[in-house]
Nanobody, 124 residues
Framework: QVQLVESGGGLVQAGGSLRLSCAASGRPFITYAMAWFRQAPGKEREFVTATSRYGRNTYYADSVKGRFTISRDNAKSTVYLQMNSLKPEDTAVYYC?????????????????WGQGTQVTVSS
């Protein structure tokens, strides 16, 4: 198993930036593909971005492409989400997740381990 703890959320004005971190502990970090999902009030959870085990492959939702960047530091067992040009519609609780499935899933059902979430609020 792996335990995930997110940090770095907060309140930011539109156009600003935030960097989220997700620290993992437990089984070797390299075992997992990592992803970020988000859930806004009254909406379903949605995929944001994912990275493969060595970070060679990354995937992004169209809504964040060009603004968000996922990266991972396997030596620190940490995955990051750099969010630039933030918009009010990015407001949500952001969750990191780990998957032991083959490849780099973008479906939340393929992720077995989840953090507690961190709130990101973007004011207009």
């Amino acid at each position: 198993q792996v335990q995930l703890v997110e940090s770095g959320g907060g309140l930011v004005q539109a156009g600003g930036s935030l960097r989220l971190s997700c620290a993992a502990s437990g089984r070797p970090f390299i075992t997992y593909a990592m992803a970020w999902f988000r859930q806004a009030p009254g909406k379903e959870r949605e995929f944001v971005t994912a990275t493969s085990r060595y970070g060679r492959n990354t995937y992004y939702a169209d809504s964040v492409k060009g603004r968000f960047t996922i990266s991972r530091d396997n030596a620190k067992s940490t995955v990051y989400l750099q969010m630039n040009s933030l918009k009010p519609e990015d407001t949500a609780v952001y969750y990191c997740a780990a998957s032991a499935r083959i490849g780099t899933p973008t479906d939340g059902n393929e992720y077995s381990y989840w953090g507690q979430g961190t709130q990101v609020t973007v004011s207009s």
